[in-house]
């Protein structure tokens, strides 16, 4: 007997477990604040991560992943924002599923905001943080945050302080780095630059007898044009700072300005007008160089510098910008990138002069090494026109639009290549050589790629460069599925049973912005869709989802798109879609408190999630529950589950076994 109830009770103890350790939390977090002026604090957020989960940067790009989100209830009310809230430099990755870069945060993270208390009555600052974690599933919760601003008090009240901000190994610094030294290489051969190479090393092998020490110059000289470049992007990163590095890279203002400037630079490099700095600039400089010395070689670097000014400026302007797109230290980070390619010739042939004999002589290919870059220069210039567009909804550059400008630019560049277009500054292209073809080859290659996008390939290589797939007109697959949905419920008369809409011809709520993929009608509102599958006496499939849940696409896409899958959600279940994260409010009517964690529910999102935890104590996604919905209509019964859930898992015929048992089971009931 007691070997019985020990067996009950630990049962029952693994059963409460198990159900408790569905509601997953893979992220703690702690909370501190410090005084640093007149009311004046700055709030620290420190979430740890479980390892192989991840979470989202508060800067992910729309369409992707649920960003991070921190909000502070008495803002405006007795507090005042100082600038955005600022994290750690998270990871970036290019995203399949969405087409966008995934930014996100592994182990460990932190946040800052800066505020300022305007309400001397005031006793603590309190909030809300918000945000998504992935890992083989996605969760979305929130946690509270409360922070005692009593005079003496530096702690969150409950909280452990945390006084320093753990350093991050970012994969992204490294591979914005490496972007940014291919840019020095290709300053390297612009015809401000690639001349400078021997006259600067043999002016210091030859100025000086002591080889050993004109060697030791060269080598200053060539770390002077780091520290000069690397010393513009400390001064972005530092004095500027990222509330103005985040208005570089998403206002209208300067997207619009850099656009016009690279169109101008483009023009310069076509051979329109030649783009100088005033000469008193660089005659001083070069007066400061002639001294000798090693301050004559650190002038001199900076002469380099303002005399390939009209050259370097543009390759400089598009490392900056893109710098700006991400945490303080990119900019740093890229013109140090940038300066060390730069320099590397110049300390290279230092200390190997012979080794200048086999370098190519200047000449008419510097000048198509520029008109190339120009050409270039135009298609990235348009990028940041995209991006204004894009903010304030112009219509201008729609992604066909958008696709055909640089079809139109590639292809112009490759005919130049192969000399059918000639500029003010060419030399006669007497035959065309390999390295050239080997050009012409790879533009027109990209040219042929590009063509496809006219008419709705995704082009997963340039998703971040292009207008979003939803903006382009003709899109061949979104009319072919389209058609073949028409054509099957012409040909097809399901009527009361389709999936899509009631008998009762009611509208399906939230159907004109949340929609099913592959052309499925279903549902978005639990009750509703409820209410039909007992009409139509039909099984019902919950799809616990999200609109930043990368493993729900992946999903749909890999999974779903089985036809016996689409078969048999198209014809034997009503299916409802329930987003977690959807920021819709409710009318004040369907406000209510969660009985769960006593908070009131205004969005669509957060009732969904609370219906999520309180019915199937899981808050992951995706999650697929099916019900029989026969056991709904008395409100006292909680409908019957028919198979256990199931998660993400790309198994297909896993997937379709899992449809299979659960109508099985739904025939099976009712017959008894």
């Known amino acids: 007997m007691k070997k019985r109830l020990l067996t009950l009770v630990l049962a029952l103890l693994a059963g409460t477990f198990s159900a408790i350790a569905q509601i997953a939390d893979p992220v703690s977090w702690t909370f501190s604040h410090e005084k640093t002026g007149d009311n004046e604090y700055t709030l620290t957020f420190k979430a740890t991560i479980e390892g192989g989960w991840h979470m989202y940067s508060m800067h992910t790009p729309a369409g992707g992943p649920m960003p991070t989100s921190i909000t502070i209830n008495e803002a405006g009310q007795g507090v005042e924002l100082i600038g955005e809230a600022t994290e750690s430099e998270p990871k970036k990755q290019?995203?399949?599923?969405?087409?966008?870069?995934?930014?996100?945060?592994?182990?460990s993270c932190v946040f800052t905001q800066k505020v300022k208390v305007t309400d001397a009555s005031l006793t603590a600052i309190t909030g809300t943080i918000e945000y998504q974690a992935c890992q083989e599933s996605c969760v979305q919760p929130s946690k509270d945050f409360s922070f005692k601003i009593e005079q003496g008090k530096t702690a969150a009240a409950g909280e452990t302080t945390t006084s320093s901000e753990e350093s991050q190994k970012d994969d992204s610094l490294w591979a914005f780095f490496w972007i940014a030294f291919v840019g020095g290489l290709a300053a390297v051969v612009m015809p401000c630059v690639f001349p400078m190479i021997p006259m600067t090393v043999s002016f210091f092998m030859h100025?000086?007898?002591?080889?050993?020490?004109?060697?030791?110059?060269?080598?200053?000289?060539?770390?002077?044009?780091?520290?000069?470049?690397?010393?513009?992007?400390?001064?972005?990163?530092?004095?500027?700072?990222?509330?103005?590095?985040?208005?570089?890279?998403?206002?209208?203002?300067?997207?619009?300005?850099?656009?016009?400037?690279?169109?101008?630079?483009?023009?310069?490099?076509?051979?329109?007008?030649?783009i100088v700095l005033p000469s008193w600039l660089v005659n001083k400089s070069d007066k400061q160089a002639d001294k000798g010395g090693y301050l004559g070689a650190f002038f001199m670097a900076f002469t380099l510098v303002l005399v390939s000014f009209s050259c370097t400026a543009p390759i400089v302007g598009t490392v900056l910008v893109e710098a700006a797109r991400g945490s303080i230290l990119r900019p740093i980070v890229g013109m140090l990138g940038f300066s060390i390619?730069?320099?590397?010739?110049?300390?290279?042939?230092?200390?190997?002069?012979?080794?200048?004999?086999?370098?190519?002589?200047s000449g008419g290919w510097l000048n198509s090494v520029k008109v190339v870059l120009g050409f270039i220069e135009v298609a990235l210039g348009f990028k940041f026109l995209m991006v204004a567009d894009q903010t304030y909804?112009?219509?201008?550059?729609?992604?066909?639009?958008?696709?055909?400008?640089?079809?139109?630019?590639?292809?112009?560049?490759?005919?130049y290549l192969m000399g059918k277009i000639k500029f003010a500054n060419d030399s006669d292209l007497p035959y065309i050589g390999v390295p050239r073809l080997i050009f012409?080859?790879?533009?027109?290659?990209?040219?042929?790629?590009?063509?496809?996008?006219?008419?709705?390939?995704?082009?997963?290589?340039?998703?971040?460069?292009?207008?979003?797939?939803?903006?382009?007109?003709?899109?061949?697959?979104?009319?072919?599925?389209?058609?073949?949905?028409?054509?099957?419920?012409?040909?097809?008369?399901?009527?009361?049973?389709?999936?899509?809409?009631?008998s009762s011809g009611e509208t399906v709520k939230y159907s004109e912005f949340l929609h099913l993929p592959h052309g499925l009608d279903g549902y978005f509102d639990y009750d509703q869709a409820l209410k039909a599958a007992q009409e139509q006496d039909k099984?019902?499939?919950?799809?616990?989802?999200?609109?930043?849940?990368?493993?729900?696409?992946?999903?749909?896409?890999?999974?779903?798109?089985?036809?016996?899958?689409?078969?048999?959600?198209?014809?034997?279940?009503?299916?409802?879609a329930l987003y977690v994260d959807d920021k819709t409010k409710?009318?004040?009517?369907?406000?209510?408190?969660?009985?769960?964690?006593?908070?009131?529910?205004?969005?669509?999102?957060?009732?969904?999630?609370?219906?999520?935890?309180?019915?199937?104590?899981?808050?992951?996604?995706?999650?697929?529950?099916?019900?029989?919905?026969?056991?709904?209509?008395?409100?006292?019964?909680?409908?019957?589950?028919?198979?256990?859930?199931?998660?993400?898992?790309?198994?297909?015929?896993?997937?379709?076994?899992?449809?299979?048992?659960?109508?099985?089971?739904?025939?099976?009931?009712?017959?008894?």
């Open 94 to 107: 290019f995203n399949d599923i969405f087409k966008v870069d995934e930014w996100y945060f592994e182990n």
């Open 539 to 576: 099984p019902l499939f919950i799809d616990f989802t999200g609109h930043g849940c990368v493993n729900c696409r992946e999903m749909e896409q890999a999974v779903w798109s089985d036809p016996r899958v689409l078969e048999m959600l198209r014809n034997d279940y009503v299916v409802v």
């Open 341 to 361: 390619a730069v320099a590397l010739p110049f300390g290279f042939f230092a200390f190997f002069p012979s080794k200048l004999n086999n370098l190519p002589k």
């Open 440 to 502: 012409i080859i790879i533009t027109f290659t990209f040219v042929i790629y590009l063509i496809p996008g006219m008419f709705g390939a995704p082009l997963k290589a340039l998703a971040g460069y292009l207008p979003p797939q939803e903006s382009i007109d003709f899109d061949i697959n979104r009319i072919v599925r389209e058609n073949a949905k028409n054509i099957m419920e012409s040909g097809v008369q399901v009527k009361d049973q389709k999936s899509g809409n009631a």
């Open 586 to 672: 409710l009318p004040e009517e369907e406000w209510y408190v969660s009985e769960y964690d006593g908070k009131k529910k205004k969005e669509l999102g957060k009732k969904n999630a609370d219906f999520q935890i309180k019915n199937f104590d899981s808050n992951a996604q995706p999650n697929y529950i099916l019900l029989d919905s026969r056991h709904g209509k008395d409100k006292d019964l909680r409908p019957h589950v028919l198979a256990p859930a199931r998660g993400h898992n790309l198994d297909r015929d896993a997937f379709v076994k899992f449809l299979q048992d659960g109508l099985k089971a739904y025939k099976e009931r009712g017959n008894k």
């Open 393 to 415: 909804h112009w219509g201008l550059l729609d992604r066909e639009i958008y696709i055909a400008i640089w079809i139109a630019i590639f292809t112009l560049q490759g005919l």
């Open 207 to 274: 100025g000086d007898t002591n080889k050993a020490k004109a060697r030791a110059k060269a080598l200053f000289f060539s770390l002077s044009i780091v520290a000069i470049y690397t010393a513009v992007g400390l001064i972005v990163a530092v004095f500027l700072g990222p509330d103005f590095i985040n208005w570089l890279s998403t206002n209208w203002i300067p997207n619009l300005f850099f656009f016009i400037i690279f169109m101008l630079f483009a023009a310069s490099f076509f051979g329109a007008f030649e």
